[in-house]
């Protein structure tokens, strides 16, 4: 939520807490997913629980008003609404709390409150999982060492690719196609004078050239629309 859900007014805020609401049962349900996975002899790699398992004790860690779902909302929040405050100011103290801020402070202990009661305790009830299937965990990383790991992933391959090619050949050809894009994008960029470095290090360095940027102003907006719309 914090990188994907927009909050440009309360309405959002609002929306973003009624979000946050559902988390809880998807983290429960995520691990109910991999406990029904174990059962059918399906266990992700240990690497892979190992490097879950302290990510989910620091997210579950903490006071919830610290918590990332949390401040994420309190950082957006206050430029709309300017700094809220933890309770309502006592009567005299300052100036009067608008109704913006007082209904941002709500929002925020709506939130706080989630985290607290559904979300860390999916998380903590999920590390248990973690715990319970890591004596089970395999050592490789690919489905290949799965029981029909190998026509599971032929299965995978015709839906994602619509073929029927072996793998080998499909990614003979994901080779083939990346080496003459990488020699097509090499001739544009030294006609553009970019000869030193890979050509991913010149792309990047194209990337931050100002003539191949707009002026962030009404300006560059309008030239940017007008480029796209050609």
Known sequence: ???????ATLFDAEDYVTRLEGIGAAIDGDSECARADAGLGVVAPGFVLDRLAPIIDALSAGAP?????VASLRRRLEPLTGVISAAAPAPGAG????????RARQLL????AIVRDRIVPAWRRQRNVIAELRPRARAEA???SLKEGEAYYAAALALETTTDLPAEEIHRIGLARVKELTAALDIQLRA??????TPGERLAALSTDPAQLYSDDEAGRSALLADLRA
């Open 192 to 197: 553009l004078g970019l000869a030193q470095g």
């Open 109 to 112: 202990a709506e939130a706080a």
């Open 1 to 7: 939520l914090d990188g994907r859900h927009s909050l």
């Open 95 to 102: 100036g009067p709390e608008g109704a913006d801020q007082r």
């Open 142 to 144: 690919g489905v290949g």
């Open 65 to 69: 008003e610290e918590n990332l779902l």
